[in-house]
Every structure is written in structure tokens, then in C-alpha cells.
T-cell receptor
């Protein structure tokens, strides 16, 4: 079974600064997806960024980028130029590719609460 | 385009009762997944439906069941509620393989 570990229960950052959230995972599969989701107080889970394991290039989405180290099974999220609206719980998640037939089952980490100070 | 809609948003039930939660996926999405979120256990996968068939099931007792209709809408049922079933239940939809999950706002279930 796959496991996802987020070792930082809480992190804080000053507005406009950069912060990195850590995530490690354990799997015996070679094909999979990794995600970062954000959950603000409104409760809705919002996709931040996605990484396919077969791609060596790190994914980026505007101010969000990942450092994907497949051999080390590490998948960290870097938020640049942090904004007050980035404050939320961030979840790292693993999804099996399983030949492309199943994508709805994700394994989530325990989450990291990010506080942004003005 | 309308997002994933979950109803109701809040629900209070008594131990021993049963409850049905509803999820309307994004138009065109055929996969619907359900998750339970609690402070202690975090986010746990319940089950996934694709084209009216259960494709995956998490490690939950048989009291938890679901179904998907021909229009992709899904319902989740919990029978004989226990206090430990109090949680945020999240529904997510996707087009299928290779596309990301889109989550609804969840249903907050409180069992007293």
C-alpha cells in the first residue's frame, strides 16, 4: 500500500516571501501521479499542481512549483511571492496510474497548515 | 461551468439512524469518488464509481455504501450511524484517467 508523509504539521511565511512544504511517499509502483491540494477554511479542496511520475521536468503553475525527486520519493511544493490568500491547509496526494483506468483513489498526507503573515 | 455540488452542506443525525448524501459531478465527468475527512484520520478514500460501477473501495465497513446513476450523480449512504462517523464527507469528480479530481464543498455530518 502507498503511504504519503508530510512531516511539517504547520508552517508560516511572511507575505512576498518563499516557503517550501515537504512531502515524501512510499510506493512500489513506477507509474503514478502526485498532487498538491489546498483546502482553505471554506473546506473546498483545490488542485494546486500535478506531477506525472514519468516526467522528469518539475511541474510549475505560476507561483507554485514542485521539486520532484523520484528516486528519493520526495515531492516538495515551493510557493514564491506568498500572498495572504495562500493561507490554507495543504495536502500532498498520491494517485496510481494503473494503466490509466483508475484515478479517483488518492492517498493523502496528513496536511500542513500554512499561515501567511502580512 | 458548474462545479461539484454536494447536498446537504450540514447534517445532524442521531446514533443508529441512517443518512444519504448526494453529489452532482461536473458535467461530462463520469468518475465520482468519496472521501471521509476527520481530524484524527485525515482524508480517507471511501469508494469510486465510474459509469455506474464501483471501481475501487476503501477500507470501511459495509455500513458505508454508494451508488452512481446514469447521469453520473452519486449518492453515499451510511447505515446504523456511530459517533465516529462524524466527519466532513467530500465528493470529487473527474473525466477519468489522466484528469485531476475536482472536489465539492463537502457535507459536514454530525452524529449525536
Amino acid at each position: 500500500a502507498q503511504t504519503v508523509t508530510q512531516s511539517q504539521p504547520e508552517m508560516s511565511v511572511q507575505e512576498a516571501e518563499t516557503v517550501t512544504l515537504s512531502c515524501t511517499y512510499d510506493t512500489s509502483e513506477s507509474d503514478y501521479y502526485l498532487f498538491w491540494y489546498k483546502q482553505p477554511p471554506s473546506r473546498q479542496m483545490i488542485l494546486v499542481i500535478r506531477q506525472e511520475a514519468y516526467k522528469q521536468q518539475n511541474a510549475t503553475e505560476n507561483r507554485f512549483s514542485v521539486n520532484f525527486q523520484k528516486a528519493a520519493k520526495s515531492f516538495s511544493l515551493k510557493i514564491s511571492d506568498s500572498q495572504l490568500g495562500d493561507a490554507a491547509m495543504y495536502f500532498c496526494a498520491y494517485g496510481s496510474y494503473a494503466g490509466g483506468t483508475s484515478y479517483g483513489k488518492l492517498t493523502f498526507g496528513q496536511g500542513t497548515i500554512l499561515t501567511v503573515h502580512p | 461551468k458548474a462545479g461539484v455540488t454536494q447536498t446537504p452542506r450540514y447534517l445532524i443525525k442521531t446514533r443508529g439512524q441512517q443518512v444519504t448524501l448526494s453529489c452532482s459531478p461536473i458535467s461530462g465527468h463520469r468518475s465520482v469518488s468519496w472521501y471521509q475527512q476527520t481530524p484524527g484520520q485525515g482524508l480517507q478514500f471511501l469508494f469510486e464509481y465510474f459509469s455506474e460501477t464501483q471501481r475501487n473501495k476503501g477500507n470501511f465497513p459495509g455500513r458505508f455504501s454508494g451508488r452512481q446513476f446514469s447521469n453520473s450523480r452519486s449518492e453515499m449512504n451510511v447505515s446504523t450511524l456511530e459517533l465516529g462517523d462524524s466527519a466532513l464527507y467530500l465528493c470529487a469528480s473527474s473525466r477519468g484517467s489522466g484528469s485531476p479530481l475536482h472536489f465539492g464543498n463537502g457535507t459536514r455530518l454530525t452524529v449525536t
